[in-house]
C-alpha cells in the first residue's frame, strides 16, 4: 500500500490525502464505539471515546489478520462537531498512536459531524477498510 498527499493538494493535513492499494482480501471494520468490549465503560469525553474506538478497530483489525498499516481508509462520525473539537479529538488519536502503532500520517479519513448516534452517550464511531494480499 501506499500514502500519499499531492503537493496540490492542502497541506499538512494528519493523513494522506490518497491511499493506493492492491490485494484480493477486502476487510472492513465498522461501527466501533469508544465502550471497552472487557468491562463496558464508555468514556465522557471525546478524547478518550476517539482512543478506545481507535483501540476496538484495532482488535476488529486483528481478528482478520490486518492492523493499522493495511488500512486504506477511515471514517469518523463525530456527535455535535465543530472544529473547536480537534484538539480534543486529536489528543484520542495522539493517546493510542504508539499502543496501536498508527501509521504518520493516517491513512486518508473523513469526519463528519451527525446530530446523534445510536446511543445518546456514544460521541465517536470509527470505520476503517483494509487491503490485504
Do not use: C
Request: charged content about 20%; aromatic content about 6%; overall charge negative.
Amino acid at each position: 500500500m501506499q500514502l500519499l498527499s499531492p503537493e496540490s493538494m492542502l497541506q499538512p493535513v494528519p493523513y494522506a490525502h490518497v491511499s493506493v492499494a492492491t490485494g484480493t482480501r477486502h476487510v472492513h471494520v465498522a461501527g466501533q464505539i469508544g465502550r471497552d468490549p472487557d468491562t463496558g465503560d464508555l468514556a465522557d469525553d471525546l478524547t478518550g471515546q476517539v482512543a478506545q474506538t481507535l483501540r476496538n478497530t484495532a482488535r476488529g483489525l486483528a481478528g482478520a489478520g490486518a492492523t493499522f498499516a493495511d488500512v486504506v481508509r477511515l471514517r469518523f462520525f463525530v456527535t455535535g462537531w465543530s472544529p473547536e473539537k480537534m484538539d480534543a479529538f486529536m489528543a484520542g488519536v495522539e493517546l493510542v498512536t504508539r499502543e496501536l502503532d498508527l501509521p504518520q500520517p493516517m491513512p486518508p479519513a473523513s469526519l463528519i459531524g451527525v446530530d446523534i448516534l445510536f446511543e445518546a452517550d456514544v460521541l465517536v464511531e470509527v470505520e476503517a477498510y483494509a487491503v490485504l494480499d
